[in-house]
C-alpha cells in the first residue's frame, strides 16, 4: 500500500513537471526568448527542363513574367517567413498542448493513487 502511494507522489510531481516545463517553454517561445522548433522549412522550387522544351521562346518569357509578378504580389501579401513562422508556432501550440493534457493525466493518475 504504501509503494502506490509513494508511487502516486512520483506520477503527482512528475506530472505537474511536465505541465511547467511546457508553460515555460512555450511562455519563453513567445515572448522571443527562444527559437521555435522548426518543422516546417521553405526549399527552393526545382525547375522541369523537360517543361521548358515544350514552350517557345516567347511563351516561356511570358510565363516567367507572370510568375515572377504573381510571387512578388504574394510576397507582399504573405511573407516566407511569416508564413513558416506562424505554422511552426501553431505545431509548438499543438505540441504544448498535448504535453499539458499529457501531464494532467499522469497527475490525475497520481492523485487517484495516493488517494486509493
Do not use: C, R
Request: hydrophobic share 45%; glycine share 10%; no cysteine.
Amino acid at each position: 500500500m504504501k509503494f502506490v502511494k509513494i508511487f502516486g507522489w512520483i506520477f503527482l510531481i512528475g506530472g505537474i513537471g511536465i505541465i511547467f516545463w511546457s508553460l515555460y517553454s512555450s511562455y519563453n517561445i513567445f515572448t522571443g526568448k527562444e527559437k521555435a522548433p522548426e518543422i516546417f522549412q521553405m526549399e527552393k522550387p526545382k525547375t522541369d527542363s523537360a517543361q521548358k522544351t515544350k514552350v517557345s521562346g516567347f511563351q516561356n518569357e511570358i510565363q516567367k513574367e507572370l510568375e515572377k509578378i504573381v510571387s512578388e504580389q504574394l510576397k507582399e501579401i504573405f511573407p516566407e517567413k511569416m508564413v513558416l513562422k506562424f505554422l511552426n508556432l501553431i505545431s509548438w501550440s499543438i505540441f504544448a498542448g498535448l504535453l499539458i493534457f499529457g501531464g494532467s493525466q499522469i497527475s490525475s493518475l497520481g492523485i487517484k493513487m495516493i488517494k486509493g
